[in-house]
C-alpha cells in the first residue's frame, strides 16, 4: 500500500485504456493484478489523478534508467508523465510558430521550439482521451447512448468514438478531412453525433491535444543518451517525438515544478 503523496497540481489527462477498468475495479484488480492495472487504468486504480502529476524531481533519471518498467508501482505513481500513463495538455503559445516551424526552427532551436511551439514541431499530437474522471461511471449507466452529444466529446475513449483500448492506440483523426469540414460546418457534429463524431473526432472536437512519446522505442533511445544535448545527431528529433521521457512534456505546464502541493489518495 502507498501511502499520501505530496502532488504537484498540473493540466493534463489521467485516463483509463480500457473500456472494462471500472468492472476489474470494482473486482479488485487494482490489488490483485496491480502492475497490469496500473499501466491500463491508472485512474481506476488512483495511480495518477485525473490531472497529470508528477511527485519527484528525480522522475527524469529514473525513467530513462529503466525504472518504469522495473518498478512500476512506484514509478507510475510518482512519474505518471515520464512512464506515459498521463499526457501533459499542450499547445503552440506565440502566435509566430508555423512560420519559425516552417522556417526550420525546430531542427536548428528544438530546446527553444519543442517548449514554446510543441503543435507547430509536432511535439503535441491529437489523442483519443476522456475529459473526466466520472466518464467510468457514466459508461456503466448507458450514457453514451442517451446522451451521445455530451458524451462523443467528453468521453470518446470509453464511448470507442476513437482508440482501440486495451492496444493503446490513442490515435484521434478524420477519416475524410475534406467530408469533416463540411459536415462540421453544417452543424451535423451536433445534430447526429454517433453518426458522425466516429469519423470524424477532429473536426468535432472529440480529440485531445497532448504532449505524449510517439515511438515505443523512446525509452531505450533515452537510455542510449539521445535525449542529451550532446547528442547533436539525435536531440532535435527526441524532443520532437520523444518529448515525455526526454522531459519535455512536463516542462510544457507553465505550473510544472512551482504549484501547490496537496495530498494525493492512497493507492491501495
Known sequence: MFSALATLVLGGICTDKHPDCGNWGQKNECVNNAEFMALHCPLTCK??????????????????AGQCAENPLMMLRECPIHCGVCFPECRDTKYQCAAWAEAGGCAENPTWMTLYCPKSCGTCVD??????PKCTDWVMEGECGSNAQFMAHTCPASCGICGEGINHNLECKDHNTTQ???????????????????DCPVSC????????DQDEQCRGWAAAGH????????????LSKCPAICSVCSSIDENFGVAAAREAPALK
Not at 127 to 132: I, L, P, V
Open 47 to 64: 495511480v495518477c489523478e485525473f490531472e497529470c502529476a508528477e511527485t519527484n524531481t528525480n522522475c527524469a533519471a529514473w525513467a530513462r
Open 127 to 132: 489523442a483519443c482521451r476522456d475529459k473526466s
Open 180 to 198: 469533416c469540414h463540411l459536415w462540421h460546418d453544417l452543424a451535423e457534429c451536433e445534430r447526429n453525433p454517433q453518426a458522425v463524431v466516429k
Open 205 to 212: 472536437g472529440a480529440c485531445t491535444t497532448v504532449c505524449m
Open 227 to 238: 535525449c542529451e544535448a550532446s547528442a547533436t545527431e539525435h536531440h532535435a528529433f527526441m
